[in-house]
């Protein structure tokens, strides 16, 4: 028997990068999948984000691992369209058990220089999608009647200051305040809610021209290796590493999802390599 056999996970953010760990990690150990991704760019985003191919490999290897998907394209700015996709999914897969709610974008910018549209893009996303993802899952969790787990990702900027990313640092601030809300509100149900804060992750988010030369601009274009750039990320971790791979988020996601951690609520998780204390 699985960690999380015979249960049926919403995962947003699918298509690849850390949700698509969490869809894999969990299916792993039994679950079936809902999985919704925007496959498709936001323009205040300054590297390219998921495609419909990214959620195919997604359902290919979920299915290779002899579990149900459903997946879906939608855009967590827009609750309609996630209700659907949840809804839908539950339907085919007969209940809900634990919500996932990764999907997330990144952009920089000083405070006085960010526009109006990263902002709102920011926001929208990293904040109002997390709500929209759990607004249109609490209705099946309470109706299964067997509580549910929730696990918002938040980020080590949900628990300090980054100077160059106000917009991003505002919204995982307050994925916490919504996930110690939503713990209080739904703990008669035995709903628990709990947040993850990843250091920085080894993914396409950091991966890119954009981010490099964030952490890298004293540096010409050529010089901005993964290597030399994975330096200077090393530094923020009090261990020395450069990163965490995304399956060290997703084993945290799968307690949280786990019986292991069943009177675990109200909970902000660092996996974060010590950067917090550092």
């Known amino acids: 028997?699985?960690?999380?056999?015979?249960?049926?996970?919403?995962?947003?953010?699918?298509a690849r990068g850390q949700g698509r760990s969490h869809a894999l990690r969990l299916a792993q150990e039994g679950a079936d999948i809902i999985a919704v991704d925007i496959e498709d760019q936001i323009d205040s985003v300054p590297y390219p984000m998921s495609t419909p191919a990214d959620m195919e490999e997604t359902v290919r290897q979920i299915e290779a691992?002899?579990?149900?998907?459903?997946?879906?394209?939608?855009?967590?700015?827009?609750y309609e369209a996630v209700k659907a996709a949840l809804d839908d999914g539950v339907a085919q897969l007969g209940r809900?058990?634990?919500?996932?709610?990764?999907?997330?974008?990144?952009?920089?910018?000083?405070?006085?220089?960010?526009?109006?549209?990263?902002?709102?893009?920011?926001?929208?996303?990293?904040?109002?999608g997390v709500w929209h993802?759990?607004?249109?899952?609490?209705p099946h969790l309470k109706a299964g009647g067997n509580g549910g787990s929730i696990v918002l990702t938040s980020s080590t900027a949900g628990?300090?200051?980054?100077?160059?990313?106000?917009?991003?640092?505002?919204?995982?601030?307050g994925v916490v305040g919504l996930m110690r809300t939503l713990a209080l509100e739904l703990a008669p149900d035995f709903i628990r809610v709990n947040s993850v804060h990843p250091t920085s992750v080894d993914t396409d988010m950091i991966h890119n021209d954009a981010t490099y030369a964030l952490f890298?601009?004293?540096?010409?274009?050529?010089?901005?290796?993964?290597?030399?750039v994975g330096e200077r990320f090393q530094t923020l971790n009090a261990l020395p590493i450069k990163w965490v791979e995304p399956v060290d988020i997703s084993n945290a996601v799968l307690w949280f999802a786990s019986d292991e951690s069943r009177y675990v609520t109200g909970v902000t998780l660092p996996v974060d390599a010590g950067s917090l204390i550092k």
């Open 159 to 173: 628990l300090m200051a980054i100077p160059n990313i106000g917009h991003y640092v505002a919204a995982k601030h």
């Open 96 to 128: 809900l058990d634990i919500v996932a709610a990764n999907a997330g974008i990144f952009s920089f910018g000083s405070m006085e220089e960010l526009t109006e549209e990263q902002w709102s893009d920011m926001l929208d996303t990293n904040l109002t």
């Open 216 to 228: 890298a601009g004293d540096l010409p274009v050529a010089e901005r290796t993964r290597d030399v």
């Open 133 to 138: 993802a759990v607004k249109a899952a609490i």
């Open 65 to 78: 691992l002899d579990r149900r998907i459903v997946a879906t394209k939608a855009d967590v700015r827009d």
């Open 1 to 14: 028997m699985g960690r999380v056999e015979g249960k049926v996970a919403f995962v947003t953010g699918a």
